[in-house]
């Protein structure tokens, strides 16, 4: 079925670096733009980086300069490389595909930063 799964999300101590992955199955990833966000215990679910069909990326300020999202349509997986992280970043991050009114979300993975 058309799915979006999310994983690398772990545990690491403030400073650390994770790699998340999101693959896609039975759906283009480079003619859609894929988009993570992350959501704390009693927060709304944020935007946190983007990459178009196109290519090019747009990050949140939160973490921009810290955070890299970057793919490979051939293996349809977008990657999100976070560097630097702090206790902030602790969330659940989740993988979506939204296209006009259509949207897609996968089933997240969760990253805890210690101080």
């Known amino acids: 079925q058309v799915q979006l799964v999310e994983s690398g999300g772990d545990l690491v101590q403030a400073g650390g670096s994770l790699k998340l992955s999101c693959v896609a199955t039975l759906v283009s990833i480079n003619i859609n733009d894929i988009n993570w966000y992350r959501q704390s215990p009693g927060q709304q679910r944020e935007h946190v980086a983007t990459?178009?069909?196109?290519?090019?990326?747009t990050y949140a300020d939160s973490v921009k300069g810290r955070f890299t999202i970057s793919r490979d349509t051939a293996k349809r997986t977008v990657w999100l490389q976070m560097n630097r992280l702090k206790p902030e970043d602790t969330a659940v991050y989740y993988c979506?595909?939204?296209?006009?009114?259509?949207?897609?979300w996968g089933q997240g993975t969760q990253v805890t930063v210690s101080s």
């Open positions: 979506n595909l939204a296209r006009g009114t259509y949207t897609l």
């Open positions: 990459i178009s069909k196109t290519g090019s990326t």
